[in-house]
């Protein structure tokens, strides 16, 4: 890495994302590097500092990533040479992701230095993970966040995809566009219980695609992307998903999902 200071931009829905990231800085913070984290959904690409290294660390979503995750990598500045490396978390396959942002990073001049992805629980589910699984996960992937740090540092991080697995899923998805989220929104319907709902605008505050409306009780417009954030994080899991209450997965709280601190 040519700067020794670290510009992570993140997006955490439930809580996985947010915990890799942190990781990942907490290795970088022992190994004498600066780490600036910011809320991808807060940042605007053109305020991105070309002099530092940029971290991307994003949810795999649609075998690739959120649209508003999209609008921001697709309007970073043009450069020469800064480093970039990628950090995702999925379930259980990335899909094109990582070759999705190689692309678009080195048609941009970034130099892709490393990209990998952790396995977490799937967040879109609907039965509890046990605290036992997601324990076992966490271990393992403190242990892969250490050796992702080291080969940074060293220069000898590699942009890690399946490539045959990842060329599917990039040319199926140039195909067919925006039909999973589309398909995602014609599925499932997220709804607000208003004998439940105290109004206290939380959901409609951390919505990072500005899909929900704050009337006398929230209300969803039909641009909702999936993140899961509003559902796991209403305090009176008021929000209900396809006309069923199940209990929300979350993996880290919302205050320090947000938070800005090392
Ligand atoms: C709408 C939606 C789509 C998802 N798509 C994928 C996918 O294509 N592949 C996968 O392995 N996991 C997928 N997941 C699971 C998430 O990537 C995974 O749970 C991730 O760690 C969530 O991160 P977060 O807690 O930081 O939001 C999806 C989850 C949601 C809600
Ligand atoms: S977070 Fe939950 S309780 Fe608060 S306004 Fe939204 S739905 Fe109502
Ligand atoms: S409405 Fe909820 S699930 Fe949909 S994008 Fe906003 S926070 Fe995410």
Redesign the pocket.
């Given at each position: 890495m040519k700067s020794k200071t670290v510009d992570i931009y993140y997006?955490?829905?439930?809580?996985?994302?947010?915990?890799?990231s942190k990781m990942i800085t907490d290795n970088l913070l022992k190994n004498r590097y600066n780490v600036n984290k910011f809320l991808l959904e807060k940042s605007k690409p053109e305020d991105v500092n070309l002099n530092h290294t940029i971290g991307l660390a994003?949810?795999?979503?649609?075998?690739?990533t959120?649209p508003f995750i999209w609008k921001f990598i697709n309007n970073l500045p043009k450069t020469n040479g800064t480093d970039l490396f990628l950090i995702?978390?999925?379930?259980?396959?990335?899909?094109a992701l990582a070759l999705q942002i190689k692309k678009v990073a080195i048609a941009k001049g970034y130099n892709p230095i490393g990209a990998i992805t952790?396995?977490?629980?799937?967040?879109?589910?609907q039965t509890q993970i046990k605290d036992t699984k997601l324990k076992r996960l966490i271990e393992k992937a403190n242990i892969k966040a250490i050796h992702f740090v080291e080969s940074l540092i060293n220069d000898k991080a590699k942009w890690q995809y399946k490539t045959v697995f990842a060329y599917f899923f990039f040319i199926m998805l140039k195909l067919i566009g925006s039909l999973?989220?589309k398909l995602?929104r014609h599925l499932y319907e997220l709804n607000v219980n208003d004998s439940k709902c105290t109004q206290c605008g939380i959901c409609y505050q951390i919505c990072p695609a500005d899909t929900i409306r704050m009337y006398e009780f929230p209300r969803f417009e039909d641009n909702c992307?999936?993140?899961?954030?509003c559902f796991?994080h209403c305090p009176e899991q008021a929000i209900y998903f396809n006309n069923k209450t199940f209990l929300p997965?979350?993996?880290?709280n919302i205050d320090d999902?947000l938070s800005k601190k090392k």
């Open positions: 997006f955490s829905g439930t809580g996985n994302t947010f915990l890799i994003v949810p795999v979503a649609y075998y690739s959120y995702s978390t999925c379930a259980s396959t990335a899909g952790f396995k977490m629980p799937l967040n879109l589910t999973p989220i995602y992307e999936y993140c899961m954030r796991a997965f979350k993996s880290a999902i």
